[in-house]
Structures are given as structure tokens and as C-alpha cells.
């Protein structure tokens, strides 16, 4: 198994309606289960933290992608939806959407780089084939 260049680690009690923490401690919050779902909504969920982690390493990806292209896009701005969807026998699945704007490059070179981060990103790679993940730039989707 080849060295990991970086692990996170966290330690959470209680589940969605427990607490959280890294073991560096930059981050220590409540986790609360959603009011759609029966929650009083008080803390973070799960969801929101896989939608700020996705949307920040894709940004990142793309910028360094359009680095290596000799374009900038480190302007990149990122509206992410992590949305649980009901399936089969009452279970819930993730979905994904990546509302990406790149204001640097043309709507084609945008078109382009996303294509090309999501073939890198590390979150598209773990998602990829499991969960719905939409891409959308400039409003259209990829």
C-alpha cells in the first residue's frame, strides 16, 4: 500500500445529533440532525461538511488543472448541494451538484477545465459510479 501524503482525523460521538472533533482540534462543533429530518437543525450535519469538503477540493483542482494549462482559474466560485434522495426500502443515498462558475476563462475553457479536474479531483474519483454528481457551469451541465 503506497504512504498516504495526508490522513484527516476526527472523532465523533453520538452520531448526526452528537459532537465532532479533528484530533488537531481546528475543528470542534455539534452535529444535529437536519429539521427535514427530524432535527432541531441546532449544529452541523454530515451533509453540509461532504458539501464544503467537495466544492474546496474541487476549486483547488481546478485551479491547479488550469494552472498546468496556463490559465488562471483560481477565481473559482463553487455552490455545492449535498441532498439525500429516497431509494429502495426507505434508505437514503447522496447527490451532488456543483454549481461552478469560472469568471478568468471563456465558457468553453470552463467547460474544459471542469472536465478535466473531474477526471483528478479526489472527491469525483470516491464518488464516481456511486452517487449522482452533477456538474454544472455557467448553467449548463457537463
Not at 80 to 88: A, E, M, N, Q, R
Amino acid at each position: 500500500m503506497t504512504k498516504a501524503r495526508y490522513t484527516a482525523q476526527a472523532h465523533v460521538t453520538g452520531g448526526r445529533n452528537g459532537h465532532g472533533r479533528t484530533h488537531d482540534g481546528r475543528l470542534d462543533l455539534d452535529l444535529r440532525q437536519p429539521e427535514e429530518l427530524g432535527g432541531d437543525g441546532q449544529g452541523v450535519n454530515p451533509e453540509q461538511l461532504f458539501a464544503i469538503g467537495f466544492a474546496a477540493c474541487f476549486g483547488t483542482t481546478l485551479a491547479l488543472v488550469g494552472q498546468r494549462g496556463g490559465l488562471k482559474a483560481d477565481d473559482v466560485e463553487i455552490d455545492s448541494s449535498v441532498s439525500l434522495l429516497p431509494v429502495d426500502g426507505g434508505r437514503l443515498q447522496l447527490a451532488v451538484e456543483l454549481r461552478i462558475e469560472l469568471p478568468s476563462v471563456t465558457a468553453e475553457q470552463a467547460v474544459e477545465l471542469v472536465r478535466t479536474a473531474d477526471q483528478v479531483c479526489p472527491y469525483s474519483g470516491a464518488t464516481r459510479g456511486n452517487i449522482d454528481v452533477a456538474l454544472v457551469v455557467g448553467g449548463t451541465r457537463v
